[in-house]
Each structure stands twice: as structure tokens, then as C-alpha cells.
């Protein structure tokens, strides 16, 4: 029984020595590749196109915190110029409307608002109802009266369908502002 017990001990020293040298061999290994760079050339260049894209968003932000005043003095004198005040705004739609119908040679029949409530910029939102007849070109002229004037329109939607004696009857819903 004796040999056998000397025959384990020699190979359990063995095993040990073996586990040793290979422990040893790594971590030469592992000392070796520490002293190399960890990044290879292609993953050192995406990193340096990430830092280009980041110094070129802190530059754009720079620049938008420079130009704010200008823009926020840009949207007051838009406000100004494009909305009209609430306490005259429907007599002026009422004019707008009319002037640019009557130019165009058309028939406005009744005008139709509804007004929302003013949201966080004091802007109050309307809705304009309204419904012309006329000719072809007549209703043309008007559409390009309502997008050249100098009040602000937006066209949500509009329907046409003939009338009597080849006329045109169209029907619109439109959208402007009001400042309060």
C-alpha cells in the first residue's frame, strides 16, 4: 500500500508544479499585454470621431445660447406684427376676409369663430368658419389673397362643390392667433 501512497504524492506534486507554471506563463501574459494599448487603431479613431461629434454639439449649443436674445426678440416682433391684439381681432378678420373676397370678386357668406384659450405665450387660438361662391377664377384669387396677406391664415381644410349657374361654392376652415 506503501507505493501506491508514494505514486499519488509524486503525481499531486506534479499537478501543483504544473499549475504553478502555468499560473506563472499567464501572468507573464498577463503583465505583457498590460504594457501594450488597449485600443486598437480602428476603436482609437471612433473614439476620436465621437469626441469631434461632442465638441461640435458644445459649439452649436454655445452658439443657440449666444443667438436666444435675437431669437426671442425675432418671435415678440413676429407676435407684434402678425397677431392682432384680442380686443380688436375679430372686427379686423371680419375686414381681412371681406377686402380679400370683395377683391377677388366673390360672395362671403357668413363667418363663423370659435375661440380657445390662450396658452402659456398669452396666443389665443381661433378658428375660422367660412363659406364663398364664385367663379373658378374668383375662388383661385381668393386662396392667393388669403396666402399673400399680411395676416396670419393657416388653411386647416377646404371643401368645394358646385353651386347654381356654374359657379363654386367653397367652404374653408381656417386657423389664426390672437395676442392677449
Known amino acids: 500500500m506503501r507505493p501506491?501512497?508514494?505514486?499519488?504524492?509524486?503525481?499531486?506534486?506534479?499537478a501543483i508544479a504544473a499549475v504553478i507554471v502555468i499560473d506563472l506563463a499567464l501572468a507573464g501574459l498577463n503583465w505583457q499585454m498590460s504594457r501594450t494599448p488597449h485600443a486598437p487603431e480602428g476603436e482609437l479613431e471612433s473614439l476620436r470621431i465621437q469626441r469631434?461629434?461632442?465638441?461640435?454639439?458644445?459649439?452649436?449649443?454655445?452658439?443657440?445660447r449666444r443667438d436666444l436674445p435675437t431669437v426671442e426678440e425675432q418671435c415678440d416682433s413676429f407676435m407684434?406684427?402678425?397677431?392682432?391684439?384680442?380686443g380688436s381681432g375679430y372686427s379686423g378678420l371680419i375686414s381681412d376676409l371681406g377686402s380679400i373676397a370683395n377683391k377677388a370678386g366673390l360672395n362671403a357668406d357668413a363667418i363663423t369663430f370659435t375661440q380657445h384659450k390662450p396658452d402659456a405665450h398669452g396666443l389665443v387660438e381661433v378658428d375660422i368658419g367660412e363659406s364663398i361662391e364664385?367663379?373658378?377664377?374668383s375662388v383661385v384669387q381668393f386662396l392667393?389673397?388669403?396666402?399673400?396677406s399680411h395676416s396670419f391664415y393657416v388653411?386647416?381644410?377646404?371643401?368645394?362643390?358646385?353651386?347654381?349657374?356654374?359657379?363654386?361654392?367653397?367652404?374653408?376652415?381656417?386657423?389664426?392667433?390672437?395676442?392677449?
Not at 364664385?134 to 377664377?137: D, T
Open 144 to 148: 392667393d389673397g388669403l396666402e399673400h
Open 134 to 137: 364664385g367663379s373658378y377664377p
Open 80 to 86: 407684434r406684427d402678425q397677431f392682432r391684439p384680442v
Open 4 to 14: 501506491n501512497f508514494d505514486l499519488r504524492k509524486k503525481v499531486v506534486r506534479w
Open 52 to 64: 469631434d461629434l461632442m465638441t461640435a454639439d458644445v459649439r452649436r449649443g454655445d452658439q443657440i
Open 155 to 180: 388653411l386647416d381644410g377646404l371643401s368645394l362643390s358646385s353651386s347654381r349657374q356654374s359657379t363654386l361654392k367653397l367652404s374653408l376652415q381656417l386657423r389664426t392667433f390672437f395676442r392677449s
